[in-house]
């Protein structure tokens, strides 16, 4: 189901072409929930935005700053002005991506965030994985090739030396609106050989293929879906120590990035 050309696969191979090719200098993050981004925010030494490229009446935040010789974004979706909680799914995530990519034209484009984790296929609270595919499991469209539309699924850009430098586990993520499993969401995420299920992963890679801009999904386990505990539970209770396992792991991933080009990566 993986379509014949893919459009974030524009890390180059062509050898003149990696020649030419510069080291990454701007680094788009995106991330769903404030509680995820403020440990980096601070990592990164970064300062919220007083004069957003954002239009005034939405609750999107920018952090931004230098680190190291990287030019750094964190973007999130901010509260929901309704409900004042964070702004979670793909809607408001695919928004936020779309407007900061046009913005703020990054190199590359990380979506860094919690998520649920399969034990069956090897997963554990705290793990940090890198996404190798990404898939919806709640687009259900049973017509021909929209079907496929539907699930969208596909390769994310290969990053062989960072996962070898770094040894984070790999697995295919799946997104959807849900933060639980209905059972016809769970037949196409078994279907699929899903390891991590997210809520935003599938949208932000929609709107970075249209721009092209290659991205990296970095995923921390916050529960065990295929576990005993209810998610939500195991979600509230472990949210602030995974975030700063998260903290640990993005630097990591961030100081590997810094002075590489992409076919370094
Ligand atoms: N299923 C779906 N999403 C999540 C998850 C799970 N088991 N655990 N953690 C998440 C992520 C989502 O991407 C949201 O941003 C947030 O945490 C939960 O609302």
């Not at 990592?43 to 009446?57: G, M």
């Not at 990287?70 to 936020?96: C, H, Q, R, W, Y």
Request: aromatic letters at 6%; charged letters at 25%.
């Amino acid at each position: 189901m993986v379509p014949s050309k893919d459009p974030t696969q524009t890390v180059p191979t062509d050898p003149q072409e990696q020649q030419e090719e510069r080291p990454v200098s701007s680094l788009l993050i995106v991330i769903a929930m404030q509680a995820e981004a403020l440990p980096l925010v601070s990592k990164f030494n970064l300062s919220e935005d007083q004069d957003s490229p954002f239009p005034k009446c939405v609750p999107w935040i920018r952090y931004h700053g230098k680190y190291k010789d990287l030019e750094i974004n964190i973007v999130i979706p901010g509260k929901d002005a309704m409900f004042g909680v964070d702004s979670v799914g793909t809607v408001s995530a695919a928004l936020v991506t779309y407007a900061s990519v046009q913005a703020l034209k990054p190199d590359i484009v990380l979506n860094v965030g919690t998520a649920g984790g399969f034990k069956v296929k090897g997963a554990c609270v705290g793990d940090v994985y890198l996404a190798t595919d990404i898939a919806f499991h709640d687009r259900r469209i049973p017509i021909p090739v929209f079907d496929q539309y539907g699930v969208r699924s596909r390769t994310t850009i290969s990053t062989p030396n960072l996962v070898k430098e770094l040894g984070f586990k790999v697995g295919k993520l799946s997104t959807g609106d849900s933060l639980d499993m209905s059972s016809q969401d769970e037949e196409l995420i078994r279907a699929n050989e899903t390891t991590i299920k997210d809520m935003e992963g599938a949208a932000i890679a929609y709107v970075t293929d249209l721009f092209s801009v290659p991205t990296i999904f970095v995923k921390a386990i916050t529960d065990v879906v295929d576990g005993e505990k209810p998610t939500a539970e195991e979600f509230l209770e472990n949210l602030s120590t995974v975030a700063l396992a998260m903290e640990v792991a993005v630097t990591q991933v961030v100081d590997f990035i810094n002075g590489k080009r992409l076919s370094d990566l």
